[in-house]
């Protein structure tokens, strides 16, 4: 109801009816015919009677009455059904520099954002100089992972990570089992890796949580880091991945000195192999 009282007739396209009027927003005879649906069978949606729903019909409910996902996800587990998939507010879409601001000040530990395809978003100096993240390689962070010589080079557990890593792609594509943006990066990374290839047809799931690496750096020497992937609700295509010094290690001690100015000068990207 409260919904409904905030949409004007004129916003859903009908005369205001002018002094007939007696309450703001649309009536529930209104929202039935706009939907298509029986004006008693609207009557009984809003009353939360024991009724037979579907998604289409909550859908044109949720059209007419202009919800937002975040309201349409809530409409639909009132009515029992489950929600369809979050979608980015129009308000939330520039979070761009809220994000980069967040990850600039995890630093002297490396950060970087990617969306739901592990396209490359952001990254954070750190991330540069422990992972080699630099423009100039594929900005996809499970292609990248497999094809770039200076992350194989410097990841001990190489072997063992990429299995997770892998699984934890599947767990993402998912969420989104007919999306050809994921189809595209399997198919990519297919042709680039037999590796990718072996592991991809394992069939393995895992969800994206903590993953415990150990970085052999150049300059350094050994980083231990326990990598989290976090996820924004108001922007469920992205996710931060923060890499933290394990404790009873020397890492954060290295990180510090590595982005200082005096580290960063021997730190310009060398490939041990």
Not at 37 to 65: C, F, P
Not at 113 to 131: K, Q
Not at 146 to 167: C, G, H, K, L, N
Request: charged content about 25%; aromatic content about 8%.
């Amino acid at each position: 109801m409260s919904r409904r009282a905030r949409i004007t007739p004129a916003e859903a396209g009908l005369p205001d009816g002018g002094s007939r009027r007696r309450t703001p927003g649309l009536r529930r005879e209104e929202v039935a015919v706009l939907a298509g649906v029986g004006v008693s069978w609207y009557q009984w949606l809003e009353q939360g009677r024991d009724i037979t729903v579907s998604g289409q019909v909550l859908d044109s409910v949720g059209r007419v009455l202009k919800l937002t996902s975040a309201e349409r996800r809530h409409l639909y587990a009132l009515a029992g059904l489950n929600p369809p998939a979050l979608e980015v507010a129009p308000a939330d879409r520039d979070m761009c520099d809220g994000l980069k601001r967040l990850i600039d000040a995890w630093m002297p530990f490396p950060a970087h954002i990617m969306d739901s395809y592990w396209n490359t978003v952001l990254y954070n100096d750190a991330a540069a100089l422990v992972f080699g993240m630099r423009p100039e390689i594929v900005q996809n962070c499970l292609i990248a992972f497999f094809t770039d010589p200076i992350y194989r080079s410097r990841a001990t557990r190489w072997e063992e990570i990429a299995r997770q890593v892998v699984a934890q792609f599947r767990a993402a594509c998912s969420e989104k089992p007919h999306d050809d943006g994921f189809r595209a990066v399997i198919e990519e990374a297919r042709e680039l890796s037999p590796e990718f290839a072996e592991l991809w047809e394992r069939g393995d799931v895992r969800p994206g949580g903590q993953t415990q690496k150990e970085i052999e750096h150049p300059v350094v020497g050994t980083l231990h880091v326990e990598a989290t992937q976090l996820r924004i609700p108001a922007r469920p295509d992205l996710a931060i991945v923060l890499h933290t010094p394990q404790p009873d290690t020397d890492t954060a001690e290295k990180l510090e000195w590595l982005t200082s100015p005096e580290g960063r000068r021997g730190s310009m990207y060398p490939i041990a192999i």
